[in-house]
Each structure stands twice: as structure tokens, then as C-alpha cells.
């Protein structure tokens, strides 16, 4: 049972492997998803930190006497019932989704890697109480929940933040507790303990480094659905300035007027959403892979 | 196998090669001409098997020895073309009872794997399909070789028996996870033999056994060829398995078969350097870490793709002259039937050590008061079976500076005995446990911090006892600091010597464990045990997740590290050689109980508990000298219902007749000093009773 044997065919020891593992990165940027993910995902974050300046017009402005007119040399997406430049309302709406959604995912993150740690390192009654916790909240539709909360306390900057943030901690936080049970098998924990190790110590000097590959990809992933959840209030109505550029409420201000053929208006947004998606879902793809590798 | 046997089976296999000679038409079961496989990786073209050639006869067993990565494996995976996707064979020539399996196309292949090869990995468990029943799995095999439900359910039941399984038709109705690792490896034999395939390719079988399971598995084996008339292609690591069970034997190093010929001369008279380096890494009887010493294999095998002008094994072998360096060497005959791949394949025998053969170690003193005492050490495991007594009320002493060796099958409470010194599992209500004299805390939190000093281990997989995140340096530095409480200039300096006394260097120190060998891995596991100064170090395995000659550095130093730093050994290990060869007392474990303890020599050399005796008589030995197999039946009994009387009771081959045995429990007794023994039958009759085997089985060869 105990002796360990010769296995993966191309698997010749070396004394040091001389490229032993390759960087992350390395492996990453081989992927042409991750690279196709990240170059959408840098020009939308180019577009949020400086989009006023890249925008060809004013978002702003509302130029009453060309209101819903099709994509055109002047206006490359046209403008919308208020004659304002779609573009330039689509570049600079960027900058609110790309400040809540990632902050969000950040503070449930770091929150929920903590919980996490703690759950699987104690177990006992700390990880069957909180176990319950996130069915619960899994059993709720995220948006709903994240509703009531803004309905309750209203609509702000920080609110969007700290209820989206609390809302994926326990997600956060069951994913990364299976992953510290994996690593609680492993000897170098009694290894640790045999040196009169605390258990902070442990979690956070120990354990973590380990699981941060886990955290990343859940990061990565979490982040995909705060802008799907962050775009869908705004949609309904909350979003934080009514008239500031903002892909959720630009659709929801213009989709009524899809029947009369306005397409231009709604489309522009939506793909920018869509496309925001896609791209982070794609980089988090690859680094699922390259971590499971 | 009794010695009778042994006699006709060389007969049989002696008239079979005259008849191969005389008619020498049958095609062979295998022929392996000059093989290549290459591996493509990143782009580039890896070789993996460079020149293999070897052949089967018909009937005849074959081993393929050589430590990992040596390309054994893929030796296996080419001739049944289960090649990675990467891999593909670049040259040479396949021939399996004539037919070429490179030529074949998808359905020729299916019907070679369905009906001439068979293969059996080193998992059972993971080579049977968890979700279907043992049955099902089995009747399969026999439908796709054309029987129909009710024949494919009866030849299973067949089959089964003809692996010995005694009960067929609950094994068929079990589920595999229902299955232990000995019963579910012959379930996958009785699979590999059912279409009678013309070759056997056996990948590891027993490895994952306990040696006890392993006995019987190979004997199994060695008898189904005969019954069945199939060659056999055995690959294993472990040398003596080999020796035990193969006719002929060749010699993986670097992806060359680098020597050739029947076992008994190659393992005799090695006509390789590397096959002479690996025989003398194998602790054999009269070896002990103070004479005879163990020798290892300087250097490492070379980086896979990597070049060399001249011989593979020349930059580690002590005797290579320019020309070994400048040309590869062909295969020269040495003998009949003999190959060796060595310029100098006349000049092994002398090869010069590159360890010394004696060194003086300290004799711990046989001193009264012993260091670590435990009195009715316990504990309890409540599961769904209900109460699991994983240790039942041990007694035992470690004495000061000494090296007690804890044997015993899996599941006999090695690990537990373990965790409960070191605190990592607390003991149950009513054990003792003392540090001289001092008793020692229950469990980690009830030991303060010279406590947690003086008692340390050695993992057996260093993979998960060093923590992969971290470096070298930080993981050798932490116990210093926490444990030695050393600081800056004081730290740096105990670093570099720890460091320099396990003979790693300080370019290590900048690694991460991904980028060390299995052998330097282990040396950090020790370097972290031995940074805190501690009292007894308990090694758990230390060395079974390595290889050969890689064992044999680590169990020197260990012998070494014990004479420098005056520490106290627990050594676990289910390698009874290794245990005789670092080891100055033994105790037998077994069910969570003590069989038996006392000084090793006495312990090995007998009189010895009928349990010590079946388990040493388990072991495969290189020396030749075979030893009557004590079978033990079945296979270790639940914990959780332990038998009545002697625990030992149900597999005894020694039970006496009064049924005392079934009735009461033995005490442990001294028997003779220092020598403790839990049996009914008084050492003296113990003696004659193992004498007169021994000697029948001299006689015999």
C-alpha cells in the first residue's frame, strides 16, 4: 500500500528540473482565449479609467435636433431619443460597471476566503452552520436578494458594493473550504503543528498560498456574474446618477423604441455587456485550465 | 512454493526450451527489436526508449527492472500501442506470437488487446469500474471474446475460483470499493487471464500490496502461467520480485536495456556497472548500518532528451575510462543468453564502493531507563462500524539513543502508535505516556514548546510534508526559529550546517520542492525534523516512496544524522529489510497489539512469533535462499470485531489444537531478556517447530 512506483511514462527525474514549473503567466499567455479575453478586457478598462477623453462627443449632450438617428459618420452608433452619441455613451459607461462589479467581487473574495479558510481548517460546528447558510443563499436568485437590499437601503456607490460583496462571500467561501479539506490531508499541516504553529499561522502562512490558484479562478468567475448582476440593476432602475452613461439603464431607456426600428440604441450597449462578459469569462477559462494543469 | 515444486517446475521449464530449440518454429510471444519511442514535448523530440531489444519465449516470464523513469512503463504502453498522444514509437519493430501490432489498424488492435495481451496496473482498484458490480465487469470480458450471458457468467465463476477465491459468488455480486487491494488484484488477473491471452503484461502488480497480500498474489501468478501456458512480461522496481517470479531478466537505466540475461546470473553476477550499483542498494541479511554498509549510486539519471556522446550511465559510473565517454557501447555477449551494454563488462565484479563498506556508529546503551515509556496506550476510532480499536493497551519502551523498528501489515496500528507520540492524535483515557520519565501531554495543545522539541517525523511522501509554496530555505528555517529559536547570524549559520549534514547544497536553498528530485525532497523532510534539536525523530516510511538507490543514500544518512545528533529512532516500515538494516530493537504489531519485542537480531533469526515468522517468510529474497512460505490465510481482520483469545487466532499456522488459542489472550511475556513474545506456545517448542522448516527447506535446494 505504501510503496509509491515508477508511473507517467516521459516522466524522467532530473536532480533539479532545469525548467521545473513554468511561471503561470508563461503557461497563460500560450492560450489564445486568455489573450483574445484579455485584449477585450484591456480596452474596456482602457475606456472606463479614460473614456471621456477617448469619447468622440460628449455623452452629455443632447442634440435635440438629431435625436434616433442610424449609425452615420458623425455617430458611429448613432444617437439615441435624447440625440445623444451612443459611443460616447457606451465608452464612458464602461467606467461605473468596471468600479462596483470588481470591488464587489474583491470585498466578497477576501471575505470569503477567510470564512473559507476557517471553515475547512476548523470544520465542526463553524463549517456546518455556515454550509447552511450558503445553500440558503444559493437557493435564492442573486438579484432578488440584491434587490430587497437596495430597495431597503437605497441606491448608492457603496450599498451596490457591500451587498453584492456580501452576497458571494459564502459562495466565495464554500469554494475555497474544498479546497482547504483537500490540503488538510496533506502532512505538511501536522507538519506545521508538530512546530507549535497557531492556527492563524497555519490558515493564512500555510494554507493559503496554496489555494490561491482556487481564489483567483473564483475571482475571475465571480467577477463575470457582479457585471451581469451590476448591468441587470442598473436596467431595473438602479443605477446610481439617472442621466450619467450606463449600458443597464441605456437599454432600459431605449428598448421600448425597438419597434420603431431603432435598433441602434439598445443593440450598442447590450453587445458592450455581452462583450465585457465574454471577455472575462474566457480569461478566467484559461486560468481554470492552466491552474488544474 | 515447497522445494519439490520448485524441482519440476525447472524440469518443465528446461524441456520447454529444448523443444523451442529443436523445432524453433512457434513464433515467440514477444520480440522487441531495437525499439525507439519518442516522446514529443514543447515542440521537441524527447527520446524515452533508445535501442530495446528483447525477446519471450513461449511460457517463459520476463522482468523488466529499473528505477522511475526508466521507461519501463513505456515499454508496456508501446507494445500494446497505449502510447500518450505525444508518444509514438520512431523505430524498431514489434512482434506479439507473430503479428505486428504497429501495422494494425482499429480493429485489429481491439481484437489483439481482447484476446493475445493482457495488462495488469499497479491500482486495482482504480482498473476496475467502481459502478459496476465485480460480476458484471467480469462476464464482459467474456462476451466480448464471444460467449454468451449465461457461459460468460459461468467462466467467470471459473475464472475466479482458478485466482482462489474461495467465494465466487459473493465476490461477483460485491462492488469493487467492497473488495480488499489483495482480492480486487486477483479479480483484475482473473479478468486479464479470461481470453487466455499468449502474454501476461504485469505493470507493478503488487506494489500497492502489503507484503503478506503480495506473497500470495505472486505465487498465484507463478502458478496460473504454468496452469495456463502464457508468457509473461513482469515489470517492477523491486528487484527481489523480479528475482522470485522471472526466468529472464533485463535492465532498464535512461530509457537502454543496459544488461540482459537468465535472472540468477544477472542478480548473481552482474555484468553492468549500474546493475552491480543497484544490487548493492538492497540491505540483504548480515547487512546493518554499521558493516556492510549500503551503497549508493552517486549522481542522477541524465535530463530525458539529453545527448550523450558516449554511454548513459558513464557520468555516475565509477569505472568509466575515455571510451566509455566517446562512443556508445554495443551489446556484448557475455555469456549464454547474456547481454550487458559495458566496455568493461569484464572488470564489475571489483567495482570500487563510493561510500565506505564499515563505519563505527555508537552502540546505544542497553540502558535501564528508557526515554519514551508507553503503558496501556490506546485508541478508540468511532466510525459507522461502531467502536475501532486502532490500538488496544500497547506497553513499549524506546530506549535512549536507539532505533526501534515498528513492523506490522497496513491496518495494524503503525501510524496511529505514531500520531499518538507525537501528539497529533490524543491518546484514549487511561494511556501513559512518558518523555523520561516526565509524562508527556495528550495532545498537541497540552505541550508546551520543549515537548514539541524533543519529538519530530519523518513523513513517508515528502510531496505532502513540504509545504509546496515554499522555498527550501524557508522551510528548513521555520523550525529553527520556532522550535531552536534562533535569529539572524546564529540562524544562517545552523542553516548551512543542517543544510551540508543531509548533503544538499546551498544553491538548493533558493528551490521550491516541485523542483527537487524525490531524494532531495526527503533530505529537506529530515533537515526540517532534525532543525529543532529534537530527542526521537519517528520515521514513517521514510524511504518506500523512493527508489532503490535513492534508499539507500537517505538510510545512511539517517544512521549517520542518529550518531551525530544522539537521537532516538521510531522507524515504521513495512520493508523488513530495511527495518533489519537500521534497527537495533523490533516490535511486531499486530491489530493494534504487540506480538512481539526484543533485540533484532533475535527477532529476525527466531525462535520468533508464528505472526513475525509468516511476515519475514513473505519477503522476497535476493539471496536465493527461499525460505518455506508460512501462509497466512486471508487477510487481516476488522478492527472493529477483533477475533477472541489471541487476535492472531484466525490466521495462525500455528494454532494449537487445546483451542487456548480461540479462548484466551496471551500475555506478553519475556521469554528470554529483553525478548517479549504474546504466544500460548513456549519458546522452546517455537524453535523446534521452525527449525525443522528451515532445515527441510535447506535440504530441499
Partial sequence: ?293 | MTGADQASHADHAGATEAVNAQLAAPPLALQVSHLDVTYRVRGRDRLALHDVSFEIGRNESYGLVGESGSGKSTVALALTRYLARNGRVSAGSISISGRDPLAMDRSELRDLRARTVSMVYQEPGKALNPSLRVGRQMAEVFQVAGSDKAEAAMRSEAMLRKVQISDPGRVMDAYPHQLSGGMAQRVVIAMALAANPALLILDEPTTALDATVEAEVLDLVAGLRDELDTSVLFISHNLAVIAKMCDRVGVLYAGELIEEGPASQVFEQPRHPYTVGLLRCIPRHGQRKDHGRLDAIPGFLPQPGHKLAGCIFAPRCPIAVQQCRDAPPPAFDVGPDRTSRCYRHDETSGLPRSTPADVSLPTPPTAADPVVRMRNLSKTFTSKAGQVAALAGVDLDIGRGETLGLVGESGSGKTTLARLLLGLTAADEGSQLSLDGKPLGRDLAHRGTEELRALQIVFQNPDSALNRRHTVRRLISRPLAKLAGLSGVALRDRLASLVASVRMEERHLALRPSQLSGGLKQRVAIARAFGGGPRIVVCDEPTSALDVSVQAAILNLLADLQAKERVTYLFISHDLGVVRYLSDRIAVLYLGRIMETGPAERVFSGPHHPYTEALLSAVPSLDGQRRTRIKLAGEIPSAANPPSGCVFHTRCPRRLSSGICESTEPPLAEVEPGHLMSCHIPLDELRVMQSVDASDDNTAS
Fill in chain 1, 1 to 293: 500500500m505504501t510503496e509509491v512506483a515508477a508511473a507517467a511514462p516521459a516522466e524522467i527525474i532530473p536532480a533539479v528540473s532545469a525548467r521545473g514549473e513554468l511561471p503561470a503567466w508563461r503557461l497563460l499567455i500560450r492560450r489564445p482565449s486568455f489573450l483574445v479575453g484579455a485584449t477585450m478586457l484591456l480596452f474596456w478598462v482602457v475606456c472606463a479609467l479614460f473614456g471621456n477623453a477617448i469619447a468622440p462627443h460628449d455623452p452629455l449632450a443632447q442634440q435635440l435636433l438629431s435625436i434616433n438617428k442610424p449609425p452615420s459618420a458623425a455617430h458611429w452608433f448613432g444617437t439615441d431619443s435624447l440625440g445623444r452619441d451612443v459611443l460616447s455613451r457606451v465608452i464612458v459607461g464602461a467606467g461605473p460597471i468596471l468600479t462596483v462589479a470588481p470591488l464587489a467581487t474583491l470585498l466578497g473574495t477576501v471575505l470569503g476566503t477567510a470564512l473559507g479558510l476557517a471553515m475547512g481548517y476548523f470544520g465542526g460546528l463553524l463549517d456546518a452552520l455556515v454550509s447552511r447558510l450558503v445553500e440558503a443563499v444559493l437557493a435564492l436568485p442573486a438579484v432578488i436578494v440584491i434587490f430587497l437590499f437596495i430597495v431597503a437601503l437605497g441606491t448608492s456607490v457603496s450599498t451596490l458594493i457591500i451587498v453584492i460583496g456580501f452576497i458571494f462571500t459564502p459562495l466565495i467561501a464554500r469554494t475555497v473550504r474544498s479546497a482547504v479539506q483537500v490540503e488538510r490531508h496533506l502532512d505538511y499541516l501536522s507538519s506545521a503543528r508538530l512546530l507549535g504553529e497557531r492556527p492563524i499561522r497555519i490558515m493564512f502562512v500555510e494554507i493559503l498560498p496554496n489555494v490561491v490558484p482556487t481564489v483567483v479562478v473564483e475571482f475571475t468567475v465571480r467577477l463575470g456574474y457582479a457585471i451581469f448582476a451590476v448591468a441587470t440593476l442598473a436596467f431595473l432602475g438602479f443605477s446610481v446618477q439617472v442621466s450619467a452613461p450606463n449600458w443597464g439603464s441605456d437599454i432600459n431607456s431605449s428598448y421600448g423604441l425597438l419597434g420603431a426600428g431603432y435598433w441602434w440604441e439598445t443593440l450598442f450597449p447590450a453587445l458592450a455587456i455581452a462583450s465585457l462578459v465574454v471577455a472575462i469569462n474566457l480569461v478566467a477559462d484559461s486560468i481554470q485550465q492552466v491552474v488544474s494543469e
